[in-house]
């Protein structure tokens, strides 16, 4: 089931310009800061977020960034999955992310549990629960998919 979200418009480089496309926005250069697109391009996007691209339009526009330019798309807020405490996964709650203290990059789970793209204290529905996750520090885990709320 998948969550409607708030559509923006921004650009991306042309070769990355396909629907289904996911990116974290890591903010802006410096060349950005001058460009007469900037405010549709950057100032949509918060930083850190993971976007999913869900619609394209014909426009593309040179970018000192990009050789082949940008494109114009419409992105939205991706779901992300992450991992919490068993007790704490009940399908279609909202809960405030509390991401896991994990120090084991060797886990196989470590992405998973510390998910780029939620920040500590965001407000998210759980979506789906996927499946419970082995812990090498014994903590009773399962994997889930979030979908973080806007804040109005």
Do not use: W
């Amino acid at each position: 089931m998948k969550k409607k979200s708030h559509n923006l418009i921004t650009f991306i480089g042309v070769k990355q310009a396909r629907e289904g496309y996911t990116f974290i926005h890591q903010g802006h250069s410096p060349h950005c800061e001058r460009c007469k697109y900037y405010q549709v391009c950057i100032k949509n996007l918060e930083v850190g977020r993971v976007y999913e691209v869900v619609g394209l339009r014909k426009k593309v526009f040179p970018c000192e960034l990009h050789e082949a330019g940008v494109q114009v798309v419409e992105v939205i807020e991706s779901d992300i999955s992450t991992s919490l405490l068993i007790n704490h996964a009940i399908e279609g709650a909202v809960i405030t992310y509390q991401p896991q203290e994990c120090n084991t990059q060797t886990c196989k789970n470590h992405e998973i549990c510390v998910s780029p793209g939620l920040h500590k204290g965001d407000r998210c529905t759980i979506v789906k629960i996927i499946e419970n996750i082995l812990c090498p520090n014994d903590l009773s885990l399962v994997k889930v998919v979030l979908h973080r709320l806007l804040v109005s």
